[in-house]
């Protein structure tokens, strides 16, 4: 097992109504700015919950944060919480609410220019404090609202944000309000938690006995409530299970001492600043084409995978790896999700264009070993088509 820090202080409170707690958790006397993203937590009264649960504060709104929360936009909401003296954030929504409420903290405390904030080699912020946040989560996914980390999109750029000062204070994951989640959304979030475990996981063996054990039961429980809770939205246990994963997936416990790899997401975020398309479906392209490539540098825990996660008892090694990957695709395939370049109008005409945006972006010596060059990265793309 490699050496690591594990440093995690953010409070969850998990289940049903148990946004009624909010009032416990927010400072009584705190000027508050609830951020948030689309309609939705208008349209089915979250919103109207959260403040209702906040009596005696003054509250100010900030809504309109895009998926892949626009750099341009968040500092609207920073100007706000400069001129309001605002002490405390609440986002309210998925990732990317909580991402760029992350991006909001640190930069309403910053002095400089806010670019600085923005950290291509995934540095720490050049910042000594931020504004406290918290969140009230309603899209299982991204694991954000139990780690320091944000993505934040700029001049079509996807760029990471790391402070230790933006672990939220506390988390309210309710599986209740995902209940009328698009079901688009919930195939996203199961693929992106499932993606978030194999990029800690699927790397080289180092003895991480509990980690991979940890990682291997997310990826089971995925396997077993994915569709599930699909079809069956208000299925509370399905849903919970699918919150839960979301959350451990990427909170740092699973990654502490292990190598990772986040070649699938460094790919797939050119795909989306690119494209458009949604950063889970990126992922759930490009996952099986990385493996089909990468067989030999992963071989040990492919097999593993193959083994613990889907059962597969074959004896040949090669097939068990084969039949992990088929399985896998036939997993987001069959949560609804299509797994080709292809299907969403990419040709081949366009990987070029990509490979210079991961060349611009510095993105050239991918993987947990740094060995997936550029012309490893095409050749990844052209498999994915």
Known sequence: MLNFNFYNPTHIVFGKDTLDQLNTLVPSDAKVLITYGGGSVNRFGTLDKVIQNLPGRKIFQFGGIEPNPQYNTLMKAVQIA????????LAVGGGSVMDGTKFIALAARYDGDCLDLLTPEFDLAPVDSAIPMGTVVTLPATGSEMNNGAVISHKNLKVPVFSMFTFPKFSILDPTLTFTLPTTQVANGII????????QYVTYPVDARFQDRTAEGILKTLIEIGKTTIEEP????ARANLVWCATMALNGLIGAGVPQDWTTHMIGHEVTAMFGVDHAKTLAILQPAIWEVRKEQKRDKLIQY????????????????ELAIQKTRAFFEDLGVKTHLSDYDITEEK??????ALKNNNRTALSETGDLTLEISREILKKAL
């Open 82 to 89: 400069k001129a309001e003296n605002i002490d405390f954030l």
């Open 192 to 199: 992106d938690t499932f993606i978030h475990t194999v990029e």
């Open 234 to 237: 208000t299925n509370y246990e």
């Open 306 to 321: 193959a083994e613990r996660v889907w059962d597969i008892t074959e004896s040949d090694d090669d097939l068990k790896i």
């Open 351 to 356: 990987i070029e264009d990509l490979i210079l």
